[in-house]
């Protein structure tokens, strides 16, 4: 009989995510430490293609976006009592893959542009609400590992890291925000 076909990861997929997210969003400006560590969940989905060489080494791209609830609240007292939070409210990237697989499972690095949605509110306790919206946009990379459960069914985990452009957002006064997160996802895709 002839020996069966031997498993590739060529080929487009798509598939949904969901996992974990923190980061940073440092105040450049104000001088009063208004440093905030949004967290939360976030879930989405993902497309792209692999075409795999004869030894292994694979080369690939993906996109992907997630929905996101990242957030995080501090309290100054200085000159006055206020509050600042930090929304990340969505995460998108397009990156390159560069991978070697290793029968069903493979493994891989991934770089390339990203971009979220993020929102700053200023809330004074003496009265007025200040609240701007940004669109983040930066570079991220990762890694992770992908199994094939069956010929069109593959599992992920994967770890991205985001850095983005420093934004200004507009509240009682201009202020610039340097903006990071780290995600840790797993995943289920079709594969064709």
């Given at each position: 009989?002839?020996?069966?076909a031997?498993?590739?990861?060529?080929g487009?997929?798509?598939?949904?995510n969901a996992?974990?997210?923190?980061g940073?969003?440092?105040?450049l400006?104000?001088g009063?430490?208004n440093?905030?560590?949004?967290?939360?969940?976030?879930a989405g989905?993902?497309?792209?293609?692999?075409?795999?060489?004869?030894?292994?080494?694979?080369?690939g791209i993906?996109?992907?976006?997630?929905w996101a609830n990242?957030?995080d609240?501090i309290?100054?007292?200085?000159?006055?009592?206020?509050?600042?939070?930090?929304?990340?409210?969505?995460?998108?990237?397009?990156?390159g893959?560069?991978?070697?697989?290793?029968?069903?499972?493979?493994?891989?690095?991934?770089?390339?542009w990203?971009?979220?949605g993020?929102q700053?509110?200023?809330?004074?306790?003496?009265?007025g609400?200040y609240?701007?919206?940004q669109?983040l946009s930066?570079w991220?990379?990762?890694?992770?590992?992908?199994?094939?459960f069956?010929?069109?069914?593959?599992?992920?985990?994967q770890?991205d890291?985001y850095?983005?452009?420093?934004?200004?957002?507009?509240l009682?006064?201009?202020?610039?925000?340097a903006?990071?997160?780290?995600?840790?996802t797993?995943?289920?895709?079709l594969?064709?």
């Amino acid at each position: 009989m002839p020996a069966p076909a031997a498993w590739s990861w060529t080929g487009i997929y798509f598939g949904v995510n969901a996992g974990y997210g923190w980061g940073t969003a440092i105040d450049l400006d104000s001088g009063f430490n208004n440093d905030t560590s949004p967290s939360g969940w976030l879930a989405g989905g993902y497309v792209g293609a692999n075409y795999q060489f004869a030894g292994g080494l694979l080369i690939g791209i993906d996109a992907a976006w997630d929905w996101a609830n990242l957030t995080d609240t501090i309290s100054g007292t200085v000159p006055f009592d206020y509050t600042v939070t930090t929304n990340i409210n969505s995460i998108g990237s397009v990156a390159g893959r560069l991978g070697f697989g290793m029968d069903r499972w493979l493994i891989y690095a991934r770089g390339g542009w990203a971009w979220a949605g993020s929102q700053r509110i200023f809330d004074p306790s003496g009265g007025g609400y200040y609240s701007d919206n940004q669109t983040l946009s930066g570079w991220t990379a990762g890694f992770g590992a992908e199994y094939a459960f069956t010929n069109n069914l593959v599992g992920r985990l994967q770890f991205d890291h985001y850095a983005f452009n420093n934004a200004v957002y507009n509240l009682f006064v201009p202020v610039t925000v340097a903006t990071t997160v780290n995600t840790v996802t797993a995943g289920i895709a079709l594969k064709f």
